[in-house]
């Protein structure tokens, strides 16, 4: 691997995304057998900063560490000396001083993961770091494709809804774009970062012709949040528009790939029968997610690094 740390996939080399997908794969076959478990980590201590809420990710890292026989730790930031007012700096160096290989981080600030790898020497990825990247769900939601259509270039792909604030969009349009897919995104335009279309990738705001002309969509989740700021009107006004319903699916492409990152709320972005139908490739996203973060950990850590970036 080219770089020490997977920050982002702005940038990242497409050698290395073809190598963590093929990776992915291999570790996908030992998540059939009946021992789940490689000694391909052993020895080596993982640390999981979770300064921020996750079902997913969390998990699906600690398995993927235990699979790979590596010592697991997880670091919770409600039950920490942060809330005695030690400061970010502190509590990592403290944490490093114990001899761990790597931190995966989980953070609500854009840029923690970065400002991570100058305060410790261990190996930094990133779980998701605010609205900026979540590089390890969009590796995963490639794997996902290449498992499904089993090509990434040329595949037609819609990221459907609030682009601007989506950590799952940034990473996803940087892997996809990477590896020759072809992308629209469809969302109301108060959620649609200005410009976006000069990262080499097409906005239509008529979800039905996005419909219409993809492969597969994902389809984010709604932050209820931004409700209060009058980004979007309404639950019922956003359905209607952009909404995964399963009237607008019936009336398309029958072939089509519905993904979603979760947590998904249902009957706003996507119908509740949508999400659990044959077309819907959500859990198989999820298991995917273990081998891909096994890929990953395994790849940054077995001793192929050339060099830190
Ligand atoms: N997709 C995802 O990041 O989910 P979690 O927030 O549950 O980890």
């Given at each position: 691997m080219k770089n020490k740390h997977l920050i982002g996939l702005e940038g990242y080399p497409k050698q290395d995304i073809n190598e963590i997908i093929e990776t992915a794969f291999s570790f996908k076959e030992v998540l059939e057998r009946p021992i789940k478990k490689v000694p391909s980590l052993q020895g080596k201590t993982i640390v999981n900063l979770f300064f921020e809420n996750s079902t997913r990710t969390r998990i699906s890292f600690e398995l993927a560490e235990k699979r790979l026989s590596a010592d697991s730790i997880n670091f919770s930031a409600s039950s920490s000396s942060l809330n005695k007012g030690e400061t970010f700096k502190d509590t990592v160096k403290n944490i490093e001083s114990m001899k761990i290989d790597a931190a995966v981080i989980r953070h609500s600030f854009p840029g923690s993961a970065l400002m991570l790898t100058n305060y410790i020497d261990s190996v930094v990825i990133n779980a998701g770091d605010g609205t900026h990247e979540h590089p390890t769900q969009a590796l995963l939601d490639i794997v996902s494709l290449k498992e499904k259509f089993g090509y990434?270039?040329?595949?037609?792909?819609?990221?459907?809804?609030?682009?601007?604030?989506?950590?799952?969009?940034?990473?996803?349009?940087?892997?996809?774009?990477t590896l020759g897919a072809k992308v629209t995104l469809?969302?109301?335009?108060?959620?649609?970062?200005?410009?976006?279309?000069?990262?080499?990738?097409?906005?239509?705001?008529?979800?039905?012709?996005?419909?219409?002309?993809?492969?597969?969509?994902?389809?984010?989740?709604?932050?209820?949040?931004?409700?209060?700021?009058?980004?979007?009107?309404?639950?019922?006004?956003?359905?209607?528009?952009?909404?995964?319903?399963?009237?607008?699916?019936?009336?398309?492409?029958?072939?089509?790939?519905?993904?979603?990152?979760?947590?998904?709320?249902?009957?706003?972005?996507?119908?509740?029968?949508?999400?659990?139908?044959?077309?819907?490739?959500?859990?198989?996203?999820?298991?995917?997610?273990?081998?891909?973060?096994?890929?990953?950990?395994?790849?940054?850590?077995?001793?192929?690094?050339?060099?830190?970036?």
């Amino acid at each position: 691997m080219k770089n020490k740390h997977l920050i982002g996939l702005e940038g990242y080399p497409k050698q290395d995304i073809n190598e963590i997908i093929e990776t992915a794969f291999s570790f996908k076959e030992v998540l059939e057998r009946p021992i789940k478990k490689v000694p391909s980590l052993q020895g080596k201590t993982i640390v999981n900063l979770f300064f921020e809420n996750s079902t997913r990710t969390r998990i699906s890292f600690e398995l993927a560490e235990k699979r790979l026989s590596a010592d697991s730790i997880n670091f919770s930031a409600s039950s920490s000396s942060l809330n005695k007012g030690e400061t970010f700096k502190d509590t990592v160096k403290n944490i490093e001083s114990m001899k761990i290989d790597a931190a995966v981080i989980r953070h609500s600030f854009p840029g923690s993961a970065l400002m991570l790898t100058n305060y410790i020497d261990s190996v930094v990825i990133n779980a998701g770091d605010g609205t900026h990247e979540h590089p390890t769900q969009a590796l995963l939601d490639i794997v996902s494709l290449k498992e499904k259509f089993g090509y990434i270039k040329n595949l037609k792909i819609g990221i459907i809804g609030d682009i601007a604030h989506s950590r799952v969009a940034l990473s996803n349009i940087y892997g996809l774009i990477t590896l020759g897919a072809k992308v629209t995104l469809c969302g109301p335009s108060t959620l649609m970062p200005i410009k976006i279309e000069e990262l080499g990738l097409t906005v239509n705001n008529n979800i039905d012709e996005v419909i219409e002309w993809a492969d597969a969509i994902n389809v984010l989740r709604i932050q209820r949040e931004r409700m209060n700021n009058a980004l979007i009107p309404s639950v019922r006004e956003y359905r209607k528009l952009f909404g995964i319903t399963q009237s607008r699916i019936e009336k398309h492409n029958s072939e089509l790939v519905i993904m979603h990152p979760g947590p998904m709320n249902r009957w706003v972005e996507i119908d509740s029968n949508v999400a659990d139908s044959e077309q819907a490739i959500i859990l198989d996203q999820v298991l995917n997610g273990v081998a891909t973060r096994m890929a990953i950990l395994y790849l940054l850590l077995s001793g192929t690094t050339k060099k830190d970036s």
